[in-house]
């Protein structure tokens, strides 16, 4: 008797059962990464204190990326599914009960399960997809996801916010998830040894990788974390800046396949110069909006925010493409998991610069920090093309790992970014 169809079987009922869970987490997780600021903003809460909030969710993020691969080989893909979940279900029921100060604390936590997630999720697709379908598998996980965090965004305009249903229904929906992870009989892939890689390399190979991973993160932090809070800060209601927040991630779902082609086509670092030149301009749009008496300025607004999330967040995907090219694809998984410690770092930051600047000069400072960020990252791109106009082949030389990362190199989550 034959057991080949077995195998092939049970990675599809696989791949359907942790695709399922991972658009409901990201449903429920999208219910919190878009309420608790806004909620925060409608209570008047300290900009300093938002930006807190949505930082210690990114540092709990890189804290779990060290030692959550550990916990998930020890006990298993599926039960770390599980407690992950359970944990995200149980903290959510918590905001309602805790003072506002403590919330950072709470998110600290939500982002360590939240990497525990991202880590099961991917490199349960990896480990199930057949190689020759790997690539397209992880395209069409990455579209759904982001559509489940657009409608989930737009469909918080139509709760009320203010009261404890919000947290409930989040609650809900981190409980859900588990449904069909634990009825599926299949197995989960089993963990490889825990990589290493040495940053200085990373560094050294491929810079302009380093700097595009620090830039998304420190740009897609505050676009995550903080516009919601700043939708309130100029006047707009729940529903209409919630809406902006989802115009975000509309404008990098529309521009990750054309900024991704261009990518595979022409220096990397020329895509990388032309997408943060393009964020630099709408930026300076924005501002330029809120000076000008125009007509119709509500719709710019929301055409301007589309245009600045959809030059900068998929750039990630591209300091990626460049990395692989510079290092090679035999340093892959360490490779990864540098590139999202480079990421994780940025979004830590990013909230807390970005709600300090708010503090200093009003709401559009935003604006003004992601503007003068890019315009710096800008420069930076085009003083390494004018020094190095052609990219060199990636070195064969092999330096030893050094700095110890997590096993698995995860994208970032959208509700991270």
Not at 158 to 171: C, E, K, N, P, R
Not at 266 to 287: H, K, N, P, W
Not at 394 to 408: F, H
Not at 412 to 417: F, L, S, V
Request: charged content about 10%; proline content about 5%.
């Amino acid at each position: 008797m034959s057991d080949g169809p077995k195998p092939q079987s049970g990675s599809v009922a696989a791949l359907g059962a942790i695709v399922t869970g991972a658009l409901i987490l990201q449903v429920a997780s999208t219910i919190m990464n878009t309420v608790v600021p806004l909620r925060m903003a409608l209570e008047k809460q300290a900009l300093l204190l938002i930006g807190l909030v949505g930082s210690a969710y990114s540092v709990g993020f890189l804290v779990g990326c060290f030692w959550i691969p550990a916990l998930i080989r020890r006990v298993g893909h599926i039960r770390g599914f599980a407690v992950f979940a359970s944990l995200q279900a149980a903290l959510t029921l918590s905001f309602p009960v805790l003072p506002v100060e403590w919330w950072s604390l709470t998110r600290f936590v939500m982002g360590v399960a939240a990497a525990g997630h991202s880590i099961c999720i991917e490199s349960w697709i990896s480990g199930q997809a057949r190689s020759s379908h790997r690539g397209r598998i992880f395209g069409m996980y990455q579209i759904l996801n982001r559509l489940a965090l657009i409608g989930s965004q737009v469909g918080i305009g139509y709760v009320a916010i203010q009261t404890h249903d919000v947290f409930l229904i989040a609650s809900i929906a981190f409980s859900i998830a588990l449904i069909p992870v634990s009825l599926t009989r299949a197995k989960g892939p089993e963990s490889a040894e825990l990589v290493s890689v040495r940053l200085n390399t990373l560094w050294q190979q491929a810079p302009a990788a380093v700097i595009g991973c620090l830039y998304v993160g420190l740009v897609s932090g505050p676009l995550t974390n903080v516009v919601p809070a700043y939708g309130i800060l100029i006047g707009l209601g729940q529903r209409r800046a919630i809406l902006l927040t989802a115009v975000i991630q509309l404008g990098a779902l529309l521009l990750q396949w054309p900024i991704g082609w261009l990518a595979d086509r022409v220096d990397s670092r020329r895509v990388l110069l032309g997408a943060a030149s393009a964020t630099v301009l709408s930026t300076a749009a924005l501002g330029a909006l809120f000076f000008s008496g125009t007509a119709q300025r509500e719709w710019w607004l929301y055409t301007l925010f589309a245009l600045t999330g959809g030059f900068s967040v998929p750039l990630y995907t591209v300091a990626v493409t460049h990395a692989y090219f510079r290092l090679g694809r035999d340093q892959a998984v360490g490779l990864s998991a540098g590139l999202l410690f480079l990421w994780s770092v940025g979004a830590t930051i990013g909230p807390l610069v970005a709600t300090g600047v708010m503090q200093i000069v009003g709401p559009q400072g935003l604006l003004l920090y992601i503007g003068l960020l890019s315009l710096a990252v800008a420069g930076y791109f085009a003083m390494r093309i004018l020094t190095n106009p052609i990219a060199p082949e990636a070195s064969a030389a092999r330096t030893p790992a050094e700095t110890s990362l997590p096993e698995l190199g995860p994208r970032p989550r959208q509700d991270a970014t």
